[in-house]
């Protein structure tokens, strides 16, 4: 069965880094584009970043230039690197990818990980 799992969520005070982690487990054939979402209580999921299999990244406007996205085909994980934080940044993350099974394509997502930004 195939599962992300996400780490490195936590507190932090504004202007502050984190660093998140999904890791794809199970079998697999292939991986598309990665992203992460992130969601606050009551509001709608929204994306933050993606990046694809040639590493082209895109990002949302309110992170660019202080959130990078990364992958490691090797590793099956994408990354979240997460700097300047302010308190609207506070939120669950979500991993997020298109994976290969065999010849179907599917989107999977990961359980959610907290980040909270303190003033």
């Known amino acids: 069965q195939v599962q992300l799992v996400e780490s490195g969520g936590g507190w932090v005070q504004a202007g502050g880094s984190l660093r998140l982690s999904c890791v794809v487990s199970?079998?697999?054939?292939?991986?598309?584009?990665m992203a992460w979402y992130r969601q606050v209580s009551g509001k709608q999921r929204e994306l933050v970043a993606t990046i694809n299999s040639i590493l082209t990244t895109n990002y949302q406007d309110s992170v660019k230039g202080r959130f990078t996205i990364s992958r490691d085909n090797a590793k099956r994980a994408v990354y979240l690197q997460m700097n300047s934080l302010s308190p609207e940044d506070t939120a669950v993350y979500y991993c997020?990818?298109?994976?290969?099974?065999?010849?179907?394509?599917?989107?999977?997502w990961g359980q959610g990980t907290q980040v909270t930004v303190s003033s």
């Open positions: 997020n990818a298109d994976i290969w099974i065999r010849l179907r394509l599917n989107n999977y």
């Open positions: 199970g079998s697999i054939n292939g991986i598309n584009t």
